[in-house]
């Protein structure tokens, strides 16, 4: 395969919906049967897709999800969890777990790390169903990233969706940016995806982790509020333009027996004409 080829093939896989890398793969092996080798060149875009979509992992042993992100990347494809003190290999192409060992993070932040660690699981197990989050001092101990992913998944529905939050907060000027993002695909009859994306950045009056926390749940609430306006927006102006909810008869359209219909009356609302 060329590297052009290979380059397509794997915008695939870092394009791939949640919940869905699986069935992605599934889909690249149909269409490059010639190609048996193809998976294990794929490597670098199942790392990238992984780590940008902080995809969860379930330890040997445990029942707790872990986030694989760059944050808590240790090289060679090992990561750490700093709440259960370990770190572990991690397969990018089946997504599993192994090697797990005992690991003492160091940090000369290590206290204000466990503080916002604690914070945040209240956070996260207060407001989101399924999710899962990690703390980690990133850029030489200079700043610390906080990481938050909610997954909901429902292939019988024909929907999956994603929620990832990152901040990044430097110490050094009381100062947390970072991003929000919101990945939705609903395909049932179809092919409708949501991708949003909005910026973080404000001023924190304190290091203190529950000032930082405070910051972090007012972003949250007020990105929240918008998307729901934008909704509601769609819905009663875009959406309903594009189509009548239902007909005049209150009735769900039977399309194959629309030849039967009187256009104006059942479905215009208007006068049929003679």
């Known amino acids: 395969m060329t590297s052009r080829q290979l380059k397509t093939v794997s915008s695939f896989v870092e394009g791939a919906p949640p919940g869905e890398l699986a069935d992605v793969i599934a889909d690249i092996k149909a269409l490059t049967v010639s190609s048996p080798n193809l998976i294990s060149q794929l490597g670098p875009a199942f790392e990238k897709y992984n780590e940008e979509q902080f995809a969860t992992v379930k330890l040997p042993g445990s029942s707790d999800h872990v986030v694989i992100s760059s944050h808590n990347s240790l090289g060679d494809g090992r990561y750490y969890d700093a709440e259960s003190s370990s770190s572990f290999a991690f397969d990018h192409s089946t997504q599993k777990a192994s090697a797990v060992q005992s690991y003492l993070l160091e940090s000369s932040q290590l206290d204000l790390v466990k503080s ?12 989101y169903p399924n999710a899962s989050y990690g703390v980690y001092p990133i850029e030489d101990d200079s700043k610390i990233a906080l990481v938050v992913v909610a997954n909901k998944y429902s292939p019988n529905n024909f929907w999956n969706g994603r929620w990832r939050s990152l901040y990044i907060f430097s110490p050094s000027n ?8 919101v990945d939705v695909h609903y395909y049932e009859d179809g092919n409708v995806r949501l991708l949003t994306t909005t910026p973080i950045s404000s001023s924190v009056s304190s290091s203190s982790a529950s000032t930082i926390l405070r910051e972090i749940a007012v972003a949250e609430k007020k990105y929240q509020e918008e998307i729901n306006k934008g909704f509601s927006i769609l819905s ?13 008869t209150r009735q769900k359209i039977e399309w194959d027996k629309i030849a039967g219909y009187r256009l104006g009356q059942d479905i215009g609302g208007g006068s049929a004409r003679n």
Do not use: D, M, Y
């Open 236 to 248: 009663e102006g875009a959406f309903k333009g594009l189509r009548r909810q239902l007909p005049i």
């Open 174 to 181: 009381s100062s947390l940016s970072g991003s929000i993002k």
């Open 116 to 127: 916002l660690s604690k914070l945040l699981g209240s956070h996260v197990n207060e407001h």
